[in-house]
């Protein structure tokens, strides 16, 4: 006898009147291959003649799936990490995937990354703020990963961007439009975007012939006003700033701008990220570009192709570091002196 309107068709239900065994159904439901088209037929009729829906928990735990991935990141502050979101969003949406969201503050919280495990499907991490061996000691043993701007020995895939070459483009391109005394305002020490980042610099600054200094930021506002008011003062000596970020050195050209220091008459500024800001700013900020979006794009995309292999029985291919790397590109605007004028060098 069917369940009246007023109950819920259950599986054993379906599995009763199709004349097949609940695993049956369950395999019908759960999208398993080697099903017989008759046997298929005849339990998705059932269903519609009872009015069963799958349960979506349910089915999740059956095919050991959350349809969810974890993103870890070091901050949430400013336009970076929104345009990076934002990607990421865009291509989990197009997969039917959710987003479980971590933000880990100069290695607090390490722990939580052990209780992902049974909640998402994978993981995508950035924290190029942390050992990477302290990170892949307290990643999840088996969980597929997908490493963004940090890559840990062995621990997953890995996506990176062409720090090092984005910095020695900037610093040649302010060489070039005659800066001598360049202050490179860093990233925090330890910190792998800004180390490579600077070493890019520092590459550059030798192989053009010009001075560079190095003054250690935190990737905030704050530390290139600090910088600029220095510069402004005559405490520091500089021509050009080239910093790690774009919020740094939007904060250096306010500040400047604000003190009455012509840029780039006095002093040339260039940043990195080309976060949506930078040209929106007067004058429009010369910075070294990453698509911002489509990295995060491309990492959920990585991700979850390596969460097909895992589930297809090819553990290797997800967990081996396969490495992959972001383009960077100079793009010159306003800040800097006109050597490259046609937009991008």
Do not use: W
Not at 9 to 20: K, L, M, Q, S
Not at 71 to 94: I, K, N, Q, T, Y
Not at 138 to 164: K, Q, V, Y
Not at 272 to 294: G, M
Request: glycine fraction near 12%.
């Amino acid at each position: 006898m069917p369940p009246s309107p007023a109950t819920h068709a259950t599986i054993h239900d379906v599995a009763r009147d199709a004349g097949v065994s609940v695993a049956s159904v369950s395999r019908v439901f759960n999208g398993r291959d080697h099903v017989r088209a008759e046997m298929r037929t005849r339990v998705e009729a059932a269903a519609a003649r009872l009015g069963y829906v799958p349960h979506a928990g349910a089915r999740s735990l059956s095919l050991s799936r959350t349809g969810a991935i974890g993103v870890v990141l070091p901050d949430l502050h400013g336009e970076f990490f929104s345009e990076l979101l934002r990607g990421m969003d865009r291509e989990a949406g197009a997969r039917g995937l959710g987003l479980l969201l971590t933000v880990l503050h100069d290695g607090r919280g390490l722990e939580t990354l052990a209780q992902l495990r049974g909640q998402v499907d994978g993981v995508v991490v950035m924290a190029p703020q942390l050992d990477p061996a302290v990170l892949a000691r307290h990643m999840p043993r088996g969980l597929p990963a997908l490493f963004l701007a940090c890559a840990p020995e062995g621990a997953g895939a890995s996506l990176r961007i062409d720090n090092r070459g984005g910095a020695a483009a900037a610093v040649a391109h302010l060489a070039a439009g005659g800066a001598t005394r360049i202050v490179h305002l860093s990233g925090p020490s330890g910190n792998l975007d800004a180390d490579e980042r600077r070493a890019g610099a520092e590459q550059a600054a030798r192989a053009a012939g010009v001075a560079l200094s190095i003054v250690e930021g935190d990737f905030r506002e704050g530390s290139g006003a600090i910088v600029a008011e220095c510069i402004a003062s005559g405490t520091l000596e500089a021509d050009a700033i080239f910093a790690a970020n774009d919020m740094m050195a939007i904060g250096a050209l306010m500040t400047l701008k604000r003190r009455g220091v012509s840029v780039p008459g006095q002093v040339a500024v260039a940043g990195f990220d080309d976060i949506p800001l930078a040209r929106l700013v007067s004058p429009a900020l010369t910075s070294v570009a990453i698509d911002i979006a489509a990295m995060g794009a491309r990492a959920v995309a990585r991700l979850a192709e390596g969460i097909t292999r895992a589930r297809d029985g090819f553990v290797e291919d997800a967990t081996t570091d396969a490495g992959d790397t972001i383009a960077a590109q100079l793009v010159v605007r306003e800040t800097t002196r006109e050597t490259d004028r046609d937009g991008i060098s």
